[in-house]
């Protein structure tokens, strides 16, 4: 099994859900969190992954608990919950490193594929 990843963020004005337009408020949008988290999980995963691979996401469960405002430092952090061949089931959180809250959890699931072999699908 993977090693849990961590990663830190600090939210920007391009990080807001104006800027993304998930909202209209200058707040960490939901689109940014979960790229964070998919990093987390993809950070996890990369040690793993054999030569000319990579992984994709195939499913996402994350409940956005709380707001951050621009500045707020993020953690956001993976760490494998079940694998089964190629798929990787990762749970992910994410908190406030001042505070300590919790600002997002769930889970998130990806597969590994061979990068030329799905590339050729498209």
């Not at 994350?62 to 993020?74: I, K």
């Amino acid at each position: 099994m993977p090693d849990p990843s961590t990663l830190t963020f600090t939210v920007t004005d391009d990080d807001t859900a104006a800027a993304l337009g998930s909202g209209s408020l200058p707040v960490l949008g939901t689109p940014r969190l979960l790229a964070w988290l998919e990093a987390a999980t993809c950070a996890c995963l990369a040690p793993e992954l054999p030569e000319g691979s990579t992984s994709v996401g195939t499913r996402v469960q994350v409940e956005h608990l709380a707001a951050s405002p621009v500045g707020a430092t993020v953690e956001v952090s993976a760490s494998s919950a079940y694998v089964d061949g190629r798929l990787h089931r990762f749970t992910v959180s994410a908190r406030d490193t001042s505070s300590g809250k919790v600002l997002g959890a769930g889970e998130i699931t990806r597969v590994v594929v061979d990068e030329e072999r799905f590339l050729s699908r498209l």
